[in-house]
């Protein structure tokens, strides 16, 4: 499928996904330009009798031109919103229906949201609205007051923060959440041929889930999928007092991880979700370590996995071909890319393949080559392709 023109017009949808023990969560769908093809392909009858086709089989010539979806699963405190330009990408100009969502605790996924619950409502339309019932009311909108109201907003806003008491773990983000967004996919596109862009530990936890929701899954691209193991990471002293000094102390003094009042760059999390995270940084074999419950469905999984590391990863540079081995039966390619030597660019870091600045040459090159034709290109092609991205956006 040729590139797209970007419509800059375009405004994704928001749509409401629910895990599997009923919590809503966000999401946004993004819708490709043109026709979308979603049809269920015709039954091929085998060609000859030595054909390796049943009479079920559904030919590949005919799954093609299905349009393809994509799944984007969001790092760790990262919300969906930071995948957004990565998103518009994919499907206004690779032609791919998009879906991203927050995790239960994150970005706009909070208990008990009015939003999500409206959102649910308006969407679901399950029976004929008599026409003297009025339809569901918005939530209104908040307002900052002025003046004296402030301080008591503010701290009523304290009082009341949604995660105080939240009983959440990453644990759940990957046996409820991510299995209800591959839910959502399987009804409304349960032909289509699906894609898994996984940064971080939306990596780690796609093995864990049961083959049933991945059973359309073609391929799998891995951004920065590396182990949080505090011996592997760049900084492991820091990571240990992080991790086993500040963060329980932080945890009990606000009943959630204020991230974003502490570090500006990350998002707050239930305090279950920081414990997860700690708790899989003490082993060696990070999530396998922390649940090695999850190893017989790590061993079943066959999805082609592509996975892209960076050499100047903020976190850890060493740990993603260890990841790589969790997996250990299916085809699997792990390349690690040197910023300045391949790519003449300062720094991607573990968060900046996302960033615009890494369009042409990562997005158009590997990525597309990855998603839209399978082949998972090696270090020196990633090095060669950008060259000539560089010398093309010159011409």
């Keep these: 499928m040729s590139s797209k023109k970007t419509n800059n017009n375009y405004k994704p949808q928001p749509i409401v996904l629910t895990a599997l023990d009923g919590f809503l969560l966000s999401g946004t769908l993004f819708v490709p330009p043109g026709q979308i093809v979603t049809s269920k392909p015709t039954v091929a009858a085998p060609s000859n009798e030595n054909s390796d086709l ?20 969001s790092a760790t405190a990262t919300t969906q919103d930071f995948y957004y330009k990565f998103a518009l990408y994919l499907s206004q100009e690779l032609g791919m229906i998009v879906v991203t969502y927050d995790n ?16 649910k409502a308006a969407s679901e339309k399950a029976s004929p609205r008599d ?3 009025p339809p569901p009311l918005p939530p209104k909108p908040y307002s900052m007051p002025s003046g004296r109201d402030q301080d008591s907003v503010k701290s009523k806003k304290k009082a009341k923060n949604p995660l105080i008491g939240f009983e ?17 996919v399987l009804a409304h596109f349960p032909h289509n041929p699906t894609l898994y862009v996984g940064h971080s530990v939306g990596g780690h936890l796609l093995p864990a889930i049961d083959a049933y929701y991945t059973r359309n899954l073609e391929r ?32 009990s003094r606000y009943g959630y991880y204020p991230g974003k009042t502490l570090w500006g760059s990350m998002e707050d999390l239930p305090k279950g979700c920081l414990e997860t995270w700690a708790h899989w940084g003490s082993f060696p074999n990070y999530m396998l370590g922390g649940n090695p419950e999850w190893k017989p469905n790590f061993d079943l999984f066959k999805v ?8 100047d990863d903020d976190y850890s540079t060493i ?20 910023p300045l030597e391949d790519l003449n660019m300062k720094k991607v870091g573990h968060m900046g393949f996302f960033f615009n600045s890494c369009k042409e040459k990562l997005w158009k090159t590997a990525v597309r080559a990855w998603l839209m034709e399978g082949r998972a290109l090696d270090r020196e092609t990633i090095k060669e392709e950008a060259i000539l991205s560089s010398s093309y956006a010159r011409l």
Excluded at 225 to 244: E, H, I, K
Excluded at 319 to 338: E, Q, W, Y
């Design 104 to 119: 239960r605790g994150v970005g706009r996924s909070m208990p008990n949201s009015e939003e999500l619950l409206f959102l």
């Design 54 to 73: 049943s009479g079920g089989a559904t030919r590949k010539s005919q799954i093609d031109p299905l349009t393809k979806v994509a799944i984007i699963s």
């Design 131 to 133: 026409s003297s019932t």
């Design 319 to 338: 740990s993603a071909p260890h990841i790589m081995d969790f997996i250990p039966n299916t085809l699997r390619k792990c390349v690690g890319v040197n």
């Design 168 to 184: 959440a773990t990453i644990v759940d983000w990957a046996l409820k959440d991510l299995p209800g967004v591959f839910n959502f």
């Design 304 to 311: 082609p996995v592509y996975s892209l590391y960076f050499t």
């Design 220 to 251: 799998v691209l891995f951004i920065s999928v590396t182990s949080a193991y505090w011996r592997t990471m760049n900084s492991p002293l820091f990571v240990y007092w992080f991790f086993y000094i500040a963060s329980p102390i932080v945890n």
